[in-house]
C-alpha cells in the first residue's frame, strides 16, 4: 500500500511529533544551570522560559480554534515542525547575536513554542480521526512517545555533552532541529483526515455550557502542572539540590522520570478499559501527593530521586486519561475540544513550573522547597476528579 493511502504512516509520524515536542519541552531545562552559570541570567528568569514556552502554547491553542480549519490539518503541522527545527537552530544562534543573551533566547523559544502549540493541539485529533479501534489505547501509546521522546532527548544529549563537552551545547541545539525538519516531510506524504470531515465537531459555545468540560480544563490544568513542575526542574534539583554530578542527575532526574511516565502510558494503554479511569486518576493523584512529599522532605539523595522517578509514574494517566474521558463524555468535540484542553494543560504547564521557580527563588533558591509547594496541584487535582465524578452521575 502506498505510503499516500496508508494511515499507520500517519500514526508513525505523529509519534515523532510527539517526541519532537519532547525535545521541545525537555531539552532547554538540561541546560538551565549553564544559562545560569554563563550568562549570569538569575533562576527566577530562566524560570520564565518556561513561561514564555508554555504562554506562546497557550497563545496558540487560543488561536489554533479558529485558523487550524481554515488552512487545514496537513500545512498546519508541517508548518509546525517547520517552526520546531528553526526554534533549536535559534537556540544555539541567536543569545549571541543580541546584547542580552536572554532575548535571544527568549525569541528562539518563541520559535519554537509555536511549533509545540500547533502539534499539541493537532496530533491527538489527527490519531483521533485515523479509521482505528480502541481510541484510548491509541491515544495512551500515542502520548507514551512524547515520554520515550524525552528518555531520547536526556540520553543522547547526557551523551553528547560527555563526548563533546557542555560547551558544545549550541552545536547539539541545532542536531535536534534535525527530527522536526524531517517530519515535516514525512507529513507531506501521509494520508490526514480532520475530525470535522467525520462529522464529529461540537460548537465552541457548546462546550463551554458544559460543566463536564470545564472540569475537564481543571483536570488538564493540574496534570500539566503536576507533571512539569517536577520534569522542567528534575535536572536542576538533582544538580544543585542534591548536590549530584549534571550527567547522575540527568540520568536520575528526568530521565528516570520519563522512563516511569511512558512505562505508565504504556499500562495505561493496554489495561485502560479494565479500569475505570477516573478511580485510576484518583490513585495516580494521591500517589503524585506522595512523590513530591519524598523528592523534598527526604534527606537522603536516592530517596529524593525516587521521588522524581514515581512522579512520573504518577502523572503518566493524567494527560492522556483526560482526552480520554473527554472523548467519551463529550465524544463530538472536535478539534474545538482539543485545542481548548490543550490550552488548559498548557495553563498548567507554564504554571508549575513557574511556581517552583519564584518560590525556589524566594527562599534563597531552595529547589526543594520549590518542588514542595507543586504539590498543591495533585491536591486540586483529587478535588476535580470529586466533582468529576458527582457530575457523571448527574448526567
Request: net charge neutral; charged share 10%; glycine share 10%.
Amino acid at each position: 500500500m502506498s505510503i499516500k493511502n496508508n494511515y499507520r504512516h500517519t500514526i508513525y509520524a505523529c509519534y515523532i511529533g510527539y517526541i519532537t515536542q519532547a525535545i521541545i519541552n525537555n531539552f532547554a531545562p538540561l541546560l538551565f544551570l549553564t544559562f545560569h552559570n554563563v550568562y549570569n541570567i538569575p533562576l527566577e528568569k530562566i524560570g520564565l522560559l518556561v513561561t514564555v514556552n508554555f504562554c506562546t502554547q497557550l497563545l496558540v491553542d487560543m488561536l489554533s480554534v479558529k485558523f487550524v480549519g481554515r488552512i487545514g490539518y496537513r500545512a498546519a503541522v508541517v508548518s509546525a515542525h517547520v517552526l520546531a527545527a528553526v526554534g533549536f537552530i535559534g537556540l544555539g544562534i541567536l543569545p549571541d547575536l543580541f546584547g542580552s543573551p536572554y532575548v535571544g533566547l527568549c525569541i528562539a523559544v518563541i520559535f519554537y513554542a509555536i511549533g509545540g502549540g500547533l502539534t499539541e493541539v493537532l496530533i491527538s485529533p489527527i490519531v483521533e480521526a485515523c479509521p482505528t479501534d480502541n481510541k484510548s489505547a491509541a491515544m495512551s501509546l500515542l502520548h507514551s512517545f512524547y515520554c520515550w521522546g524525552s528518555v531520547l532527548v536526556v540520553l543522547v544529549s547526557t551523551l553528547l555533552f560527555k563526548i563533546m563537552g557542555i560547551d558544545s551545547w549550541k552545536v547539539i541545539a541545532c542536531l535536534w532541529a534535525i527530527i522536526p525538519a524531517l517530519n515535516a516531510f514525512y507529513f507531506t506524504q501521509v494520508p490526514i483526515v480532520s475530525l470535522e470531515e467525520k462529522g464529529e465537531s461540537m460548537g465552541i459555545g457548546m462546550l463551554l455550557r458544559n460543566k463536564v468540560f470545564w472540569v475537564m480544563a481543571l483536570l488538564m490544568i493540574c496534570s500539566g502542572a503536576s507533571e512539569l513542575a517536577m520534569s522542567q526542574w528534575a535536572s536542576a534539583f538533582a544538580e544543585s539540590g542534591l548536590h549530584v554530578s549534571k550527567a547522575a542527575g540527568d540520568l536520575a532526574g528526568p530521565c528516570f522520570f520519563a522512563v516511569l511516565m511512558g512505562l505508565a502510558r504504556i499500562v495505561h494503554a493496554k489495561f485502560g478499559e479494565k479500569i475505570e479511569l477516573t478511580k485510576y486518576l484518583f490513585f495516580c493523584a494521591l500517589s503524585c501527593i506522595c512523590s513530591y512529599l519524598l523528592a523534598a522532605l527526604s534527606p537522603i539523595a536516592v530517596l529524593s530521586l525516587l521521588g522524581c522517578g514515581i512522579c512520573g509514574f504518577s502523572v503518566g494517566a493524567m494527560w492522556p486519561g483526560t482526552f480520554s474521558l473527554a472523548s467519551e463524555k463529550c465524544p463530538q468535540g472536535g478539534t474545538a475540544m482539543f485545542a481548548l484542553l490543550a490550552l488548559a494543560g498548557d495553563t498548567g504547564c507554564s504554571l508549575g513550573p513557574t511556581v517552583v521557580g519564584y518560590v525556589s527563588a524566594a527562599l534563597s533558591d531552595n529547589l526543594k522547597l520549590g518542588l514542595l509547594s507543586a504539590v498543591v496541584f495533585p491536591i486540586l487535582l483529587l478535588g476535580g476528579l470529586g466533582l468529576c465524578r458527582g457530575y457523571s452521575k448527574d448526567m
